[in-house]
């Protein structure tokens, strides 16, 4: 089945740490369980010809579909002020879906 999957635009800063909580539900608004599931989440310039980083997945409750992606800072260190990220489901059998999209604003930290 395919899906139209959910936009979320945020903002991080340059050379810090960012983790993003989601939880995955259903279009009735159930948990997605994610047991068995595999979720891979990358970050790319918008023309997807340079690929900036590749999120770490924290399965944090799969029965709930909840979960952490994550980047470190010096993945974020490298990024120019917008990036597209997107995350993808695989679910049991290897169907792949996108389910959640987006652009991270990248502000300047002066703090080094």
């Known amino acids: 089945m395919a899906i139209s999957p959910g936009k979320y635009n945020t903002e991080l800063q340059r050379r810090a740490d960012f983790a993003l909580p989601i939880q995955f539900k259903d279009g009735?608004?159930?948990p997605i369980v994610l047991v068995g599931w595999n979720v891979i989440a990358q970050v790319w310039n918008e023309d997807r010809?340079?690929?900036?980083?590749?999120?770490?997945?924290?399965?944090?409750?799969?029965?709930?579909?909840?979960?952490?992606?994550?980047?470190?800072?010096?993945?974020?260190?490298v990024f120019p002020d917008e990036v597209f990220y997107d995350v993808m489901l695989v679910n049991p059998s290897g169907l792949k879906e996108y389910y959640l999209e987006g652009i991270l604003f990248v502000s300047e930290g002066y703090t080094a």
């Open 49 to 77: 010809t340079v690929k900036y980083a590749d999120f770490a997945v924290t399965y944090r409750d799969r029965v709930t579909g909840s979960i952490t992606i994550s980047l470190t800072s010096s993945q974020t260190s």
């Open 28 to 30: 009735a608004s159930n």
